[in-house]
Protein backbone atom coordinates (compact mmCIF):
# COMPACT_ATOMS: atom_id res chain seq x y z
CA UNK A 1 0.00 0.00 0.00
CA UNK A 2 3.07 2.13 0.70
CA UNK A 3 4.36 2.25 -2.60
CA UNK A 4 1.03 2.66 -4.67
CA UNK A 5 1.75 6.33 -4.93
CA UNK A 6 5.46 5.44 -6.58
CA UNK A 7 4.91 2.90 -8.72
CA UNK A 8 1.29 3.96 -9.62
CA UNK A 9 -0.02 0.39 -8.27
CA UNK A 10 -3.80 -0.51 -8.26
CA UNK A 11 -4.76 -2.93 -5.35
CA UNK A 12 -7.69 -5.21 -6.00
CA UNK A 13 -9.23 -7.63 -3.32
CA UNK A 14 -10.73 -10.33 -4.10
CA UNK A 15 -13.15 -12.20 -1.81
CA UNK A 16 -11.98 -16.29 -1.97
CA UNK A 17 -14.89 -17.69 0.03
CA UNK A 18 -18.83 -16.97 0.29
CA UNK A 19 -20.76 -15.37 2.55
CA UNK A 20 -22.90 -17.75 4.02
CA UNK A 21 -23.64 -16.36 6.99
CA UNK A 22 -26.40 -13.56 8.39
CA UNK A 23 -24.65 -11.44 10.48
CA UNK A 24 -24.96 -8.23 12.40
CA UNK A 25 -24.13 -5.30 10.10
CA UNK A 26 -20.24 -4.74 10.32
CA UNK A 27 -19.53 -0.79 11.70
CA UNK A 28 -17.41 0.34 8.50
CA UNK A 29 -16.83 -1.26 5.29
CA UNK A 30 -13.05 -2.76 6.52
CA UNK A 31 -10.76 -2.57 2.94
CA UNK A 32 -9.72 0.72 3.19
CA UNK A 33 -6.23 -0.22 1.38
CA UNK A 34 -8.06 -1.45 -1.15
CA UNK A 35 -8.99 0.32 -5.30
CA UNK A 36 -11.53 -2.64 -5.89
CA UNK A 37 -13.14 -5.18 -4.01
CA UNK A 38 -14.52 -8.29 -6.19
CA UNK A 39 -17.22 -9.50 -4.27
CA UNK A 40 -18.39 -13.61 -4.15
CA UNK A 41 -22.36 -12.27 -3.69
CA UNK A 42 -24.30 -9.53 -2.71
CA UNK A 43 -24.87 -10.33 1.17
CA UNK A 44 -23.36 -7.52 2.57
CA UNK A 45 -23.95 -4.97 5.23
CA UNK A 46 -22.13 -1.89 3.86
CA UNK A 47 -25.15 -0.86 1.38
CA UNK A 48 -24.97 2.99 2.85
CA UNK A 49 -20.94 3.13 2.60
CA UNK A 50 -20.53 5.66 -0.20
CA UNK A 51 -16.60 4.23 -0.15
CA UNK A 52 -18.21 0.50 -0.63
CA UNK A 53 -20.16 1.63 -3.34
CA UNK A 54 -17.70 2.86 -5.14
CA UNK A 55 -15.09 0.12 -4.58
CA UNK A 56 -17.38 -3.00 -4.92
CA UNK A 57 -17.63 -5.27 -8.29
CA UNK A 58 -20.57 -7.66 -7.93
CA UNK A 59 -19.50 -10.74 -10.39
CA UNK A 60 -19.87 -13.62 -8.57
CA UNK A 61 -17.61 -16.46 -7.63
CA UNK A 62 -15.87 -17.75 -10.52
CA UNK A 63 -15.08 -21.03 -7.79
CA UNK A 64 -18.61 -22.03 -8.34
CA UNK A 65 -19.17 -21.75 -11.87
CA UNK A 66 -19.78 -25.12 -14.05
CA UNK A 67 -16.48 -24.64 -15.91
CA UNK A 68 -14.05 -24.00 -13.31
CA UNK A 69 -15.40 -26.72 -10.93
CA UNK A 70 -15.06 -29.52 -14.76
CA UNK A 71 -11.66 -28.03 -14.86
CA UNK A 72 -10.91 -28.74 -10.95
CA UNK A 73 -12.35 -32.19 -11.69
CA UNK A 74 -9.92 -32.80 -14.76
CA UNK A 75 -7.52 -31.59 -12.66
CA UNK A 76 -7.97 -33.69 -9.16
CA UNK A 77 -9.30 -36.98 -11.20
CA UNK A 78 -8.27 -39.62 -8.79
CA UNK A 79 -8.93 -43.55 -9.51
CA UNK A 80 -10.44 -45.16 -6.76
CA UNK A 81 -12.46 -48.69 -7.04
CA UNK A 82 -15.88 -47.79 -5.84
CA UNK A 83 -17.40 -50.20 -3.54
CA UNK A 84 -21.26 -49.96 -4.06
CA UNK A 85 -21.71 -52.29 -0.76
CA UNK A 86 -19.93 -49.58 1.47
CA UNK A 87 -21.46 -45.84 2.37
CA UNK A 88 -18.50 -43.49 1.65
CA UNK A 89 -18.72 -40.61 4.06
CA UNK A 90 -16.98 -37.41 4.22
CA UNK A 91 -16.63 -35.29 7.37
CA UNK A 92 -16.36 -31.34 6.63
CA UNK A 93 -16.23 -30.41 9.94
CA UNK A 94 -13.94 -27.74 11.94
CA UNK A 95 -11.02 -29.82 14.22
CA UNK A 96 -11.80 -28.03 16.88
CA UNK A 97 -15.63 -29.72 17.03
CA UNK A 98 -13.98 -33.11 16.63
CA UNK A 99 -12.17 -32.67 19.05
CA UNK A 100 -14.56 -31.70 21.36
CA UNK A 101 -16.78 -34.38 20.80
CA UNK A 102 -14.57 -37.67 20.54
CA UNK A 103 -17.41 -40.08 21.33
CA UNK A 104 -19.30 -38.79 18.18
CA UNK A 105 -16.15 -39.81 15.94
CA UNK A 106 -15.83 -43.24 17.76
CA UNK A 107 -19.59 -44.13 17.13
CA UNK A 108 -19.12 -43.02 13.71
CA UNK A 109 -16.10 -45.63 12.95
CA UNK A 110 -17.73 -48.51 14.26
CA UNK A 111 -20.57 -48.23 11.52
CA UNK A 112 -20.16 -51.15 9.36
CA UNK A 113 -20.77 -51.14 5.47
CA UNK A 114 -19.08 -46.92 5.33
CA UNK A 115 -15.76 -45.68 4.11
CA UNK A 116 -14.87 -42.77 6.26
CA UNK A 117 -12.98 -39.74 5.15
CA UNK A 118 -12.32 -36.52 7.20
CA UNK A 119 -11.57 -33.19 5.23
CA UNK A 120 -10.57 -30.27 7.12
CA UNK A 121 -11.94 -26.93 6.38
CA UNK A 122 -10.86 -26.08 3.53
CA UNK A 123 -10.00 -22.00 4.80
CA UNK A 124 -7.10 -20.32 3.41
CA UNK A 125 -6.25 -18.24 6.59
CA UNK A 126 -5.37 -21.78 8.73
CA UNK A 127 -1.77 -22.22 8.90
CA UNK A 128 -3.28 -25.43 10.20
CA UNK A 129 -3.71 -26.91 6.77
CA UNK A 130 -0.07 -26.95 5.96
CA UNK A 131 1.26 -29.09 8.60
CA UNK A 132 1.63 -32.40 9.28
CA UNK A 133 -1.16 -32.75 11.91
CA UNK A 134 -3.83 -31.83 9.83
CA UNK A 135 -2.66 -33.92 6.51
CA UNK A 136 -5.76 -34.04 3.97
CA UNK A 137 -4.81 -37.46 1.96
CA UNK A 138 -7.44 -36.11 -0.38
CA UNK A 139 -8.57 -32.07 -1.45
CA UNK A 140 -12.09 -30.72 -0.86
CA UNK A 141 -12.75 -31.09 -4.44
CA UNK A 142 -11.90 -35.28 -4.81
CA UNK A 143 -13.83 -35.77 -1.49
CA UNK A 144 -16.90 -34.57 -3.03
CA UNK A 145 -16.70 -36.50 -5.88
CA UNK A 146 -15.79 -39.50 -3.48
CA UNK A 147 -18.60 -39.36 -1.23
CA UNK A 148 -21.86 -40.47 -0.91
CA UNK A 149 -22.86 -38.37 1.72
CA UNK A 150 -21.40 -35.33 3.31
CA UNK A 151 -21.55 -34.31 6.73
CA UNK A 152 -20.64 -30.62 7.66
CA UNK A 153 -21.69 -27.05 8.95
CA UNK A 154 -20.57 -23.72 7.65
CA UNK A 155 -18.62 -24.38 4.54
CA UNK A 156 -18.47 -23.20 0.94
CA UNK A 157 -17.42 -26.30 -0.22
CA UNK A 158 -21.23 -27.18 0.21
CA UNK A 159 -22.33 -25.19 -2.74
CA UNK A 160 -19.90 -27.79 -5.27
CA UNK A 161 -21.85 -30.62 -3.11
CA UNK A 162 -25.29 -28.91 -3.77
CA UNK A 163 -24.31 -28.78 -7.58
CA UNK A 164 -23.53 -32.16 -7.45
CA UNK A 165 -26.61 -33.28 -6.22
CA UNK A 166 -24.95 -34.74 -2.88
CA UNK A 167 -26.38 -36.02 -0.17
CA UNK A 168 -25.81 -33.63 2.89
CA UNK A 169 -26.71 -33.86 6.58
CA UNK A 170 -26.12 -30.12 7.57
CA UNK A 171 -25.37 -29.64 11.59
CA UNK A 172 -27.90 -27.32 12.42
CA UNK A 173 -26.99 -27.59 15.92
CA UNK A 174 -23.56 -26.63 15.84
CA UNK A 175 -23.51 -23.07 17.05
CA UNK A 176 -21.01 -19.69 16.75
CA UNK A 177 -19.82 -17.85 19.21
CA UNK A 178 -21.83 -14.32 20.12
CA UNK A 179 -18.98 -12.34 19.68
CA UNK A 180 -19.24 -12.68 15.99
CA UNK A 181 -23.03 -11.46 15.76
CA UNK A 182 -23.74 -14.64 13.51
CA UNK A 183 -27.83 -14.33 13.00
CA UNK A 184 -28.36 -17.56 11.17
CA UNK A 185 -26.58 -19.59 7.97
CA UNK A 186 -27.97 -19.61 4.59
CA UNK A 187 -27.46 -22.78 3.46
CA UNK A 188 -30.54 -23.73 5.82
CA UNK A 189 -32.77 -22.32 3.02
CA UNK A 190 -32.15 -25.70 0.60
CA UNK A 191 -34.83 -28.02 0.55
CA UNK A 192 -32.19 -30.55 -1.11
CA UNK A 193 -29.56 -30.12 2.61
CA UNK A 194 -30.98 -32.44 5.55
CA UNK A 195 -30.64 -30.21 8.86
CA UNK A 196 -29.98 -32.64 11.06
CA UNK A 197 -30.38 -31.72 15.21
CA UNK A 198 -27.57 -33.55 17.21
CA UNK A 199 -24.98 -35.86 16.70
CA UNK A 200 -27.11 -39.02 17.88
CA UNK A 201 -29.34 -38.35 14.55
CA UNK A 202 -26.47 -38.20 12.33
CA UNK A 203 -25.27 -41.73 13.18
CA UNK A 204 -28.58 -43.10 13.05
CA UNK A 205 -29.29 -41.67 9.84
CA UNK A 206 -25.48 -43.23 7.81
CA UNK A 207 -26.39 -46.30 10.01
CA UNK A 208 -29.71 -46.80 8.31
CA UNK A 209 -28.37 -45.78 4.48
CA UNK A 210 -25.19 -47.71 4.64
CA UNK A 211 -27.12 -51.37 6.68
CA UNK A 212 -30.92 -51.22 5.49
CA UNK A 213 -30.26 -50.46 1.31
CA UNK A 214 -31.93 -47.19 1.67
CA UNK A 215 -31.43 -44.49 -1.47
CA UNK A 216 -28.25 -43.05 -0.70
CA UNK A 217 -28.63 -40.97 -4.06
CA UNK A 218 -32.05 -39.65 -3.58
CA UNK A 219 -31.70 -36.09 -3.08
CA UNK A 220 -34.40 -33.53 -4.78
CA UNK A 221 -33.32 -30.06 -5.82
CA UNK A 222 -36.16 -27.72 -6.37
CA UNK A 223 -36.41 -24.29 -8.02
CA UNK A 224 -36.12 -22.59 -4.78
CA UNK A 225 -32.73 -24.39 -4.33
CA UNK A 226 -31.64 -23.29 -7.79
CA UNK A 227 -32.77 -19.65 -6.68
CA UNK A 228 -30.74 -20.08 -3.24
CA UNK A 229 -27.90 -21.44 -5.66
CA UNK A 230 -27.61 -18.15 -7.89
CA UNK A 231 -28.09 -16.41 -4.88
CA UNK A 232 -25.07 -17.71 -2.87
CA UNK A 233 -22.53 -18.28 -6.00
CA UNK A 234 -23.32 -14.32 -6.53
CA UNK A 235 -24.65 -14.92 -10.61
CA UNK A 236 -26.70 -16.97 -12.67
CA UNK A 237 -25.28 -16.60 -16.15
CA UNK A 238 -21.95 -18.03 -16.46
CA UNK A 239 -20.93 -16.29 -19.78
CA UNK A 240 -21.59 -13.14 -18.38
CA UNK A 241 -20.01 -13.68 -14.98
CA UNK A 242 -16.83 -14.32 -16.86
CA UNK A 243 -17.14 -11.65 -19.13
CA UNK A 244 -17.40 -9.45 -16.59
CA UNK A 245 -14.19 -10.48 -15.12
CA UNK A 246 -12.60 -10.29 -18.09
CA UNK A 247 -13.71 -6.61 -19.13
CA UNK A 248 -13.05 -5.19 -15.46
CA UNK A 249 -9.41 -6.58 -15.65
CA UNK A 250 -8.86 -5.29 -19.30
CA UNK A 251 -9.77 -1.76 -18.26
CA UNK A 252 -8.12 -1.36 -15.18
CA UNK A 253 -4.77 -2.16 -17.27
CA UNK A 254 -5.69 0.60 -19.85
CA UNK A 255 -6.31 2.86 -16.42
Same mark, same amino acid.
Given at each position: !??? /? ?22 ? /? ?7 ? !? ?5 FL ?9 ? /???? &????? !?????? /?? *? $? ?12 ? *? %? ?22 IK %? ?10 ? =??? *????? @??? $?? @?? #??? *? ?21 KK ?12 ? !? ?5 ? &? ?11 ? $? ?8 ? #??? +?? %?????? &???? $??? #? ?7 ? +?? =????? +???? @??? +?????
Amino acid at each position: !YSL /KADYKLKIIEIEVGLRTLKTDPYS /KFPQAYCDF !YLASNKFLSFKDDKEFIR /KTKF &FGSSR !YSNLWI /KK *L $DKINNIFYKKNNKK *L %NVVLFLAPRTLEENPKFLDKCLKIK %NINLQIGNKPKS =VLP *LKCCD @FYY $DK @FN #ANQ *LVNWSDIIISHTSSILIEAIMKKKKIFFCSFIKYSKK !YGVLGNR &FEVFNCVDKIQNF $DQIIENIDKI #ANE +NI %NKKSVL &FDKD $DQS #ALYQLRGFV +NE =VEMIN +NYIN @FYE +NVIVE
